[in-house]
């Protein structure tokens, strides 16, 4: 785990046990053992996991919202489960569901948040800034999910935060929603606030995230940059190439052995269709336009694509459904 002079966010050894549980013969449940992780001010630090991996858990003990049953968290220097309204002044939190009144109208509701803080975001900047000007007569209860999103957000930026947490910011929106919250992320990150971010879109963390931190049945399975990531379980030689898939369209049950390295995996997907993902390299493609051209072969569609978070955090948590 890395170790940052300053953390805005530092976790070690957490532990948090539920229950007892009747469907355990009375015996508590772990539901995290052992999660490290460390946020820097000036990043964004993705957390990510499967369902029921933990992710939600460590956050809430972080923000203070559950109490630990072991190991340490410091937030802003601070303990959230002894801190009191000074730690929680200087930290953001926007939660999935929102958490808002939802006979509340948009503005009205801003103001009354931004009166209790001392110094906060000026609320006209951040209404105008995501748009809430254009659903600001609706109530909470009739919003969209995607304006329910920015509203929660401005919500969460209204105390003018040091340390923000984002739990699925994306949710709902649409292309150009989803476009302005990203940049709004970017400026933060760029103006040295610590932003923690937790999401099952690979996409968002991909684009958005400096660090990640991969957790899987409560504990850490990996951590590192996306480039680091990318890189994890190739050998030393495809590492230094972008690992990439090559997608095409042909006929079926073509037998590619000898046409690519053996370090190429080439499976079919489906019936005529096929994917070769490795170091791929411009001879290995000239190999099999050749080949092709020599058994008559005409592809009717081919891409090539980068190896994503999403194939790493695929690769680690396992594809089956839980």
């Given at each position: 785990?890395?170790?940052?002079?300053?953390?805005?966010?530092?976790i070690?050894?957490?532990?948090?046990?539920?229950?007892?549980?009747?469907?355990?013969?009375g015996k508590?449940l772990?539901?995290?053992?052992?999660?490290?992780?460390a946020?820097?001010?000036?990043?964004?630090?993705?957390?990510?996991?499967?369902?029921?991996?933990?992710k939600?858990?460590?956050?809430?003990?972080?923000?203070?919202?559950?109490?630990?049953?072991?190991?340490?968290?410091?937030?802003?220097?601070?303990?959230?489960?002894?801190?009191?309204?000074?730690?929680r002044?200087?930290?953001?939190?926007?939660?999935?569901?929102?958490?808002?009144?939802?006979?509340?109208?948009?503005?009205?509701?801003?103001?009354?948040i931004?009166?209790?803080?001392?110094?906060p975001?000026?609320?006209d900047?951040?209404?105008?800034?995501?748009?809430?000007?254009?659903?600001?007569?609706?109530?909470?209860?009739?919003?969209?999910g995607?304006?329910?999103?920015?509203?929660?957000l401005?919500?969460?930026?209204?105390?003018?935060?040091?340390?923000?947490?984002?739990?699925?910011?994306?949710?709902?929106l649409?292309?150009?929603?989803?476009?302005?919250?990203?940049?709004?992320?970017?400026?933060?990150?760029?103006?040295?606030?610590?932003i923690?971010?937790?999401?099952?879109?690979?996409?968002?963390?991909?684009?958005?995230?400096?660090?990640?931190?991969i957790?899987?049945?409560?504990?850490?399975?990996?951590?590192?940059?996306?480039?680091?990531?990318?890189?994890?379980?190739?050998?030393?030689?495809?590492?230094?190439?972008?690992?990439?898939t090559?997608?095409?369209?042909?006929?079926p049950?073509?037998?590619?052995t000898?046409?690519?390295?053996?370090?190429?995996?080439?499976?079919?997907?489906?019936?005529?269709s096929?994917?070769?993902?490795?170091?791929?390299t411009?001879?290995?493609?000239?190999?099999?336009?050749?080949?092709?051209?020599?058994?008559?072969?005409?592809?009717?569609?081919?891409?090539?694509?980068?190896?994503?978070?999403?194939?790493?955090?695929?690769?680690?948590?396992?594809?089956?459904?839980?």
């Amino acid at each position: 785990m890395r170790s940052p002079d300053s953390p805005v966010l530092s976790i070690k050894g957490l532990i948090k046990d539920v229950g007892p549980l009747a469907s355990l013969d009375g015996k508590m449940l772990r539901v995290v053992s052992g999660v490290s992780l460390a946020a820097e001010p000036g990043q964004v630090t993705a957390l990510l996991g499967a369902n029921g991996a933990g992710k939600t858990t460590t956050i809430e003990c972080a923000q203070g919202l559950q109490r630990r049953s072991g190991g340490t968290v410091t937030l802003l220097g601070q303990d959230p489960d002894t801190a009191g309204a000074s730690l929680r002044s200087r930290v953001g939190v926007m939660l999935q569901d929102g958490g808002l009144p939802p006979s509340a109208r948009p503005i009205p509701l801003l103001k009354h948040i931004a009166g209790m803080y001392r110094n906060p975001w000026p609320v006209d900047e951040l209404i105008g800034r995501l748009g809430i000007d254009t659903f600001s007569r609706t109530t909470v209860r009739r919003l969209s999910g995607g304006q329910r999103q920015r509203l929660a957000l401005a919500a969460a930026l209204v105390g003018n935060p040091e340390v923000l947490f984002l739990d699925e910011p994306s949710a709902g929106l649409d292309p150009q929603s989803r476009q302005l919250v990203f940049e709004l992320i970017s400026e933060l990150r760029d103006a040295g606030m610590g932003i923690i971010l937790t999401t099952h879109l690979m996409d968002d963390a991909q684009r958005l995230a400096d660090y990640v931190y991969i957790i899987d049945a409560g504990r850490n399975v990996a951590e590192g940059t996306v480039a680091q990531l990318l890189m994890r379980n190739l050998s030393t030689d495809a590492a230094q190439e972008h690992v990439r898939t090559l997608l095409f369209e042909a006929r079926p049950g073509l037998d590619f052995t000898g046409v690519l390295p053996a370090a190429v995996d080439v499976r079919e997907t489906r019936a005529g269709s096929y994917a070769a993902t490795g170091a791929l390299t411009p001879e290995d493609l000239a190999a099999l336009t050749a080949w092709w051209a020599a058994q008559g072969i005409m592809p009717g569609s081919m891409s090539l694509e980068a190896r994503s978070l999403e194939d790493v955090f695929l690769d680690i948590s396992g594809r089956e459904i839980r």
